[in-house]
């Protein structure tokens, strides 16, 4: 009998809970990283472009430069999953985190456009192309990594806990951001402080790659290696021709994922800022709440996946997100006085993303499930994540509302993928099924 079918019922075990544990700290750590760039956006533009650009070009120019980091992911992840699922889930998940230090400590050193002209943008751009490939081979291999670890009974506890950690990390830049801002006059930040966010970052990834060392490769991966059940040519090239099925699944559940986090999470401080003129620190402290109850509610989401299944905890969890977006989204406008309130309740309901990645953990067999989830991850948040932006904000000039109606449109579809669910035979995680 395979060792991963021994251990399939084992309650959790100390080494289990210090693989989480470390795996969900890398991952807020290099989530830091790579998030830490927009909170210094507007201060950036202004020393990495030429002085006498309009202001308005200046701002796209740099979040083009974010949104690239978005593009970059599909192709580091594709690499990255490449090789993690032909030599070792281990070594990509250390390399994803050494590729990201680099550049997030390289970004803290660059010079300015006073100093070195169109090569500073340039240079900005390539730092973050990297960061962009390091985050697509780490956010999946995390993910594969630790349900590859645990009990098959305790798979979406793992993967929500690795995506609390991931959430925690959007938190950690947005307090690192606060401290710097209030402990630096303008002139110092715009001098030398809006660099020392980026050295953090650097050291911050260095740390969690040392942390990293303790950890051991998957049993799933070293029991393939063993029985010589490695994928026998390209792992993408067998996805795409052998899992059409787990690749839609996987990139409309990114969908779901990528609209709660981008639109509830990421726009929204701005969002309260310009439609109801609340102030910047109201609505950080708001969406810091948010966060909070987001990350208590992805491990609860995977908690959940675990005891009543896929289906249900999708059906159940979609609905309340569309009706806590509602709910958030018409409070506020009718009665500013209950914003903390609403968006913690709205940041608990974008919690299901906590069960998303074990919907596609289980919709690829080992041999090709890192190439399997990366690609599909990757490339469907690439695309989600960079027009859900432009949909919701074109849309807001003729609906107030339109934020809350594209989430409760996308609520729908969750609900439609949990009664997809339903009818679909989940495949066991550690079952060395051919590819």
Known sequence: MAHSEIDAHRPLNRQDYRTLGLSALGGALEFYDFIIFVFFAALLGKLFFPPDMPDWLRQVQTFGIFAAGYLARPLGGIIMAHLGDLFGRKRMFTLSIFLMAVPTLAMGLLPTYAQIGIWAPLLLLLMRVLQGAAIGGEVPGAWVFVSEHVPQRHVGLACGTLTAGLTAGILLGS?????????????????????????????????????????????????MQARKALAAEMPLKSVLRGHKQGIVLSM?????????????????PSLLQKQYGLAPAVTLQANSLAIVALTIACVLAGWTIDRIGAGLTFITGSFLLGVCTYLFYTGVAADASQLYLLYALAGFSVGIVGAVPYVMICAFPPAVRFSGL???????????????PVLV????KDNPLAPAHYVMALSVLGVLLGIWLLKLRPRPVHALQAA
């Open 252 to 268: 409309l559940m990114t969908w779901l994922l990528s609209a709660a986090i981008v639109v509830v999470i990421l726009m929204t």
């Open 175 to 223: 307090l690192v951001a606060t401290a710097i801002n209030r402990g630096f006059e303008p002139a110092v930040l715009a001098d030398w402080g809006w660099r020392v966010p980026f050295l953090i970052g650097g050291v911050f990834g260095f740390v969690a790659m040392l942390l990293r060392r303790w950890l051991h490769e998957t049993p799933v991966f070293a029991e």
């Open 374 to 388: 990366s690609f599909s991850y990757n490339v469907a948040y690439a695309i989600t994540g960079g027009l859900t």
């Open 393 to 396: 904000t074109g849309w807001l």
